[in-house]
């Protein structure tokens, strides 16, 4: 774990938490090394919140929208923390390929399916390439929902899903697998927040 990380997690970990609390569930659950988390996407604040409440030795990196990284200090700062850039709205291979080689050094991966921030369920479709990130490493998916409002000292509730691993054809599955496994998890994330009466995003 880099220093920076766990600057940020000991020292602005509380106060973040403080103006935006947190109900965790899940944790126990949660395997390590070359896992996929695929959550729902509402709000700017989802990545750090659901960052922070992972295990400060969690190695987890997300993938960030590449417009985060034309800043030059927020650059350095979510470069520092983890996280590369993604062009949104087409194949990034270079993405791609960073994504599958930190699952395969062991990582753990931080992805939004639906490519963008959405307000509700069925705004936006998954994308394809969380399922073929997936699949060209073995990758454990593990859906994750996080309650798509964000207020001031109102608790956001962040959930993990049991974690499993989809079923395909061949080495790489059908370009209809690939799709059908992104669908899936993204069902599988909202699901965890109908669940108990949880708030939906």
Request: charged fraction near 20%; proline fraction near 6%.
């Amino acid at each position: 774990m880099n220093r920076f990380f766990r600057f940020v997690w000991t020292v602005f970990g509380p106060i973040v938490f403080f103006f935006h609390p947190v109900q965790v569930e899940g944790l126990e659950t949660l395997p390590s090394g070359g896992v996929l988390l695929c959550a729902n996407h509402a709000s700017n604040w989802d990545p750090l919140l659901l960052g922070l409440s992972l295990p400060i030795d969690y190695h987890m990196r997300p993938m960030a929208k590449d417009s985060l990284f034309r800043v030059p200090l927020l650059s350095w700062a979510v470069r520092k923390l983890g996280a590369f850039p993604v062009a949104r709205g087409q194949s990034d291979i270079n993405a791609v390929k960073t994504a599958i080689k930190a699952i395969r050094d062991g990582e753990n991966l931080l992805v939004f399916p639906e490519g963008t921030r959405v307000e509700k369920e069925g705004d936006m479709p998954a994308k394809g390439g969380a399922a073929v990130i997936g699949i060209r490493t073995g990758a454990t998916f593990v859906p994750v929902f996080v309650d798509g409002k964000k207020r001031l000292f109102h608790r956001t509730r962040i959930i993990f899903g049991e974690p499993y691993k989809p079923a395909y054809t061949g080495r790489h599955g059908t370009a209809e697998e690939v799709q059908a496994i992104a669908d899936e998890v993204l069902r599988r994330a909202y699901a965890l927040g109908r669940r108990d009466g949880a708030c939906q995003a």
